[in-house]
């Protein structure tokens, strides 16, 4: 068992000499760490954000659109659309949190961004 281990270390050291002396290297390294990538793969991330980070950015959010509503600047319709549009993905993220449900389409209308606070809100999100 000790020699096919021993076998199987050498052809791959003269696989990987070879390869980087052709200039080759990268697919061999890509390929081995697929296969380490396989045998221990990465734990699992939450894809969820702290309420506490949610409720600063709504804040934040809502603050920039009602500064931008207020000013003069150049594309002013752009700036907020932008910023709507952004408020509206942070929603979408403290509704999949707290498990409310989320309006079908982007970007909500006048009625479905107030019915996705007033619901947020029931649930204790203050901002």
């Not at 990987?16 to 052709?22: K, Q, R, T, W, Y």
């Not at 600047?73 to 929603?91: I, W």
């Amino acid at each position: 068992m000790g020699e096919i281990i021993w076998f199987t270390v050498v052809v791959l050291s003269l696989v990987l000499i070879s390869a980087g002396l052709l200039g080759r290297l990268n697919r061999p390294l890509r390929l081995m760490g697929e296969g380490w990538r396989r045998l221990r793969p990465r734990p699992p991330v939450s894809d969820t954000v702290s309420v506490e980070q949610l409720a600063a950015d709504l804040r934040r959010l809502a603050d920039l659109l009602e500064r931008t509503y207020r000013t003069d600047q150049p594309s002013k319709m752009e700036r907020l659309t932008a910023a709507a549009l952004a408020y509206d993905y942070v929603l979408l993220s403290a509704c999949r949190t707290l498990e409310v449900p989320q309006p079908a389409t982007l970007p909500f209308n006048a009625i479905e961004r107030l019915e996705t606070e007033a619901a947020l809100a029931g649930r204790g999100l203050d901002w």
